[in-house]
């Protein structure tokens, strides 16, 4: 078959790992959600709840034309089933890299809104597994590690003044209580929760008071609830943390992981029975990024995975992160660049020898970082699912920091290799953001090859 594409006329690749692709109406989809909420928070508007249910049923419906094909292609749920009834849950890994979707005290979007996977895909990727593959919702969990976490949970603990600790599991459901603030997992369980007909065998709600309230269940003990796990406490509890080797390590010989993601110790029955391991389902947003170019499927695992609070040098020793005290801030303890700058811990600078010489250890850099973890993670036979959140991919700024701009592109990518996945994104991002923006061509308002958006194209 020949396709005529950005590229020019080409055959269907047929050779390399299968992808399943879909370019849906963004405006159809989670567009404009935040205000829709904020209406439905702050003003009871039920219209307002219903408008976001059909926008995310549009989106289950188009997510479909994606995800039927690769599971036709890869028999992926004959492979989940069996994980499945080992008692492995569909660990949903979404990018929450500056959790602030809701605002706290508007409840309208925050700056995270232009960061994270919006929870409004996540609520119809969790539903087409539901519907489609026959998994249950008490059979999938949430996890993060993302770096902002616990300094915004200390953020609104302060808030509160007084009035209860948030926990970082409420930031990630973006309700605890009469409190919003945060990400907005728990609105994503409502909408589950009212397309189930509210079974009460298989309720998506069941869990969330154990997030707010930050009651820790192993995913092996969790047999009714769909939990909420913040993957970066670890030092908290013993034996939450297992060190994994690294395969060929360059940056890592061995990093410490949540046994959420990576299950108990080999030969430990009870730990195992607890920590069975999980699947894998990592749902990135796709963005632009400072130093990796863009940010896709291998960083949202190769940097998402890191524990911000692991410390097997002791309390608040963090082994990956700064400072080191109660709420850590940056991944600092994971090399992004080639030379890394030996700090001392009492002044924040970079170290000198006895010459006046910078201390410096060469490394593989943020590539060796990221793949390191991957290895790591694959070592443990885990399997993994990639769905890629593009319907608005983020250009300019990915961190939440500074405000990104939303691109309504409409893309859903899936595939079971990280790599064969990043490199069509990343082919996506190049040659048709030169080919809509780029010296001497159209802008998108006027392109004809950027306008008119098909309702849903699979490719």
Not at 31 to 49: H, K, M, P, T, V
Not at 246 to 271: C, M, Q, R, Y
Request: a neutral charge.
């Amino acid at each position: 078959m020949i396709v005529d594409s950005p590229m020019g006329s080409r055959p269907v690749d047929r050779d390399g790992p299968p992808l399943g692709v879909v370019r849906m109406d963004p405006r159809r989809s989670y567009a404009d959600i935040g205000g829709l909420l904020q209406r439905y928070i702050n003003e009871s508007d039920r219209r307002a709840w219903e408008e976001i249910k059909a926008r995310i049923d549009y989106t289950y419906d188009k997510v479909d034309l994606a995800l039927a094909p690769l599971a036709s292609a890869t028999r992926l749920g004959e492979a989940l089933a069996s994980r499945v009834q080992q008692g492995q849950k569909l660990l949903f890994k979404p990018n929450l890299v500056w959790p602030t979707v809701i605002d706290a005290q508007t409840r309208g979007p925050d700056r995270g809104s232009t960061t994270c996977t919006e929870w409004a895909f996540m609520a119809a990727l969790m539903r087409w597994f539901h519907d489609k593959l026959g998994i249950r919702y008490h059979q999938m969990a949430v996890g993060e590690a993302a770096t902002a976490i616990p300094s915004v949970a200390a953020q609104y603990t302060a808030l509160r003044a007084g009035s209860g600790p948030i926990t970082p599991e409420a930031v990630i459901e973006g309700r605890s209580g009469d409190f919003y603030g945060g990400w907005g997992f728990y609105f994503a369980r409502q909408y589950l929760a009212e397309s189930t007909g509210g079974a009460r065998a298989d309720d998506p709600m069941a869990g969330h008071a154990e997030s707010a309230d930050g009651t820790y269940i192993p995913p092996g003990h969790a047999h009714d609830k769909l939990m909420v796990y913040d993957l970066n406490r670890i030092f908290d509890e013993p034996g939450k943390g297992r060190r994994v080797p690294v395969p060929d390590g360059v940056n890592f010989p061995s990093i410490t992981l949540h046994k959420v993601v990576v299950g108990g110790t080999p030969g430990d029955a009870e730990d195992l029975e607890a920590y069975p391991g999980c699947v894998l389902v990592n749902v990135p947003k796709l963005k632009v990024h400072a130093i990796a170019l863009f940010t896709n499927v291998i960083k949202n695992l190769g940097i998402g995975l890191y524990p911000m609070q692991a410390a097997e040098r002791g309390h608040a020793e963090w082994d990956y992160s700064t400072p080191h005290n109660a709420t850590p801030a940056m991944k600092a303890g994971l090399p992004h660049e080639i030379w890394v700058s030996d700090i001392e811990r009492a002044t924040g600078l970079p170290r000198r020898d006895r010459h006046g010489k910078y201390v410096v250890t060469r490394t593989g850099g943020i590539n060796a970082t990221m793949i390191d973890i991957i290895q790591a993670v694959k070592s443990q036979g885990i399997f993994m699912v990639h769905v890629v959140d593009g319907i608005e991919a983020i250009n300019l700024e990915h961190t939440g920091i500074l405000p990104g701009t939303k691109e309504p592109e409409g893309l859903v990518v899936a595939g079971l290799d990280p790599v064969a996945t990043d490199l069509l994104c990343a082919r996506y991002m190049c040659t048709w953001a030169s080919r809509c923006t780029g010296p001497g061509s159209p802008t998108r308002s006027t392109s004809p090859a950027c306008t008119g958006w098909p309702s849903a194209t699979p490719i």
